[in-house]
């Protein structure tokens, strides 16, 4: 078992900063790529930015230059930090984890999520 707790998110006005923490724990045998997703409401849910165990960052156009993905592989953590944020930032955010896990003594792919936190930008 894999299991991802999410922190952070809420209410906060445009143009604030917000900042979300995703902890990974159990049988977790590597991470390849840990990421942020979106979904707001009527829409289906997007990348946000992604960050590989090398390094390698990505991220979405509409966020570039104001959120920064990072992540702590010693402690299996995954943060994105928000500034400017804009009306349209507003969605439930996802984490996720990509890599292997332990099963009955075998590795298996690991693709998990969090249980997603909301982020509402207005005023």
């Known amino acids: 078992q894999v299991q991802l707790v999410e922190s952070g998110g809420g209410l906060v006005q445009p143009g604030g900063s917000l900042s979300l923490s995703c902890a990974a724990s159990g049988s977790i045998f590597s991470i390849t790529a840990m990421g942020w997703y979106r979904q707001a409401p009527g829409k289906e849910r997007e990348l946000v930015a992604v960050i590989t165990s090398g390094g390698r960052i990505n991220y979405a156009e509409s966020v570039k230059g104001r959120f920064t993905i990072s992540r702590d592989n010693a402690k299996n953590t995954v943060y994105l930090q928000m500034n400017s944020l804009k009306p349209e930032d507003t969605a439930v955010y996802y984490c996720?984890?990509?890599?292997?896990?332990?099963?009955?003594?075998?590795?298996?792919?690991?693709?998990?999520w969090g249980q997603g936190t909301l982020v509402t930008v207005s005023s």
């Open positions: 996720n984890i990509n890599g292997n896990r332990y099963s009955l003594g075998n590795l298996r792919s690991l693709d998990a």
